[in-house]
DNA sequence: CCTTGATATGCAACGAGTTGCATAGCAGGA
DNA sequence: TCCTGCTATGCAACTCGTTGCATATCAAGG
């Protein structure tokens, strides 16, 4: 629905290629929006048709040829256009609530193995806490001046970062709980 | 990918029709897997056609007749072989956050209306945490004795409940920081 | 009596998203 | 020299998920 306006976004933060846009959504864009390279080139090549975007090639030496994109006055409009609608409630799909559950109908030794799983995602998730708050301290200095864009960007990160907090102490509650039921 | 096996478990702590099924994924379920009654009404047949459920229909007075559903010893093993598979990381669609960045690009007007929609937004999850926050005092009192399944199923509420009041409290810095941008 | 609303199930069409595979240039190491 | 790996793009096939619509029973209210 709205990968779309996710690379609108993208484009606007720093025009770029669909390989250096999938990029972006492993690491930043894609704390709140996955995407598939495959999805993104699809998606692009419908944008340029509909005049969201322009695209030039862009010869590179060293490397193979590129194709940029950014984002044109059209594009812009669709954007604001769809920011002005309501948010939509996101859909919810969470693997590890559903095994916790499920938990309940496995014996002990299920129970233990969900256990281990448990301390790898959440393993996981240390470092991704971890790399947040490096990302943090580089991009958003105690003190540096910080224009609307790079403020949003800021607060968009702390709800990274607030996400993985919440998520590290829940994951404790639930390996306590899960080795309750393992004496 | 795992709607069935969120259909499973929810079958194993109660058997029951699609319909009754799409209610509990709108309420409990749905905190952690979203569906549709079409998808899962789709989903249902075909697991009844894989022997992963048994189905049969039951009249009843004063409604249409239903056809309820309970989990087969093979759905059971298929579920618990899916509990030993790893936990995939979940794939995260945050509209609201595309918004807060996107907000960069518009003007004044735009992020005055993106204030309300926030405000919008928050007062939903505020009524979501009271209705967890309800539904714990009353599944799950203090000093209630609790079998395994009981105390998984408060865990992924604890769950939600701080998810809930994690997104609340974001929000709250996104208002303020949204607003700093408004004199 | 007629409308509205809840229960209960379903089809058809479409759009979104995933998976597997293919290609091609060049860098760097064994 | 050959293999691996990174940059860079793409097709084809498939599954998943959403939207709009349709149907039928019965209760309750105006």
Redesign the interface.
């Given at each position: 629905m709205?990968l779309e306006?996710?690379i609108?976004?993208s484009l606007?933060?720093q025009p770029g290629s669909g390989y250096e846009l999938a990029r972006r959504f492993e690491r930043s864009?894609?704390?709140?929006?996955?995407a598939t390279h495959q999805q993104i080139y699809r998606v692009l090549k419908r944008m340029e048709a509909d005049g969201w975007v322009v695209g030039r090639d862009v010869g590179q030496d060293g490397r193979p040829d590129k194709r940029s994109y950014e984002v044109s006055a059209a594009g812009?409009e669709t954007?604001?256009e769809?920011?002005?609608e309501?948010?939509?409630?996101?859909?919810?799909?969470?693997?590890?609530?559903?095994?916790?559950?499920?938990?309940?109908?496995?014996d002990a030794a299920?129970r233990a193995?969900?256990v281990d799983?448990?301390r790898?995602?959440r393993a996981?998730h240390e470092e991704t806490l971890a790399r947040y708050l490096a990302g943090e301290r580089r991009d958003f200095p105690a003190g540096g001046d910080l224009d609307?864009?790079q403020?949003?960007?800021?607060?968009?990160l702390?709800?990274g970062i607030?996400?993985e907090?919440?998520l590290l102490?829940?994951l404790d509650?639930?390996l306590e709980?899960?080795l309750?039921?393992l004496p």
């Open positions: 709205a306006h996710a609108l976004v606007l933060e864009i894609g704390r709140f929006w996955t812009r954007l604001t769809w920011l002005r309501p948010v939509q409630p996101e859909a919810v799909r969470h693997d590890l609530a559903v095994k916790i559950r499920g938990a309940a109908f496995d299920g193995r969900l799983e448990v790898r995602y996981g609307t864009g403020r949003l960007q800021h607060v968009v702390r709800g607030a996400y907090r919440m102490d829940w509650d639930v709980t899960l309750k039921g």
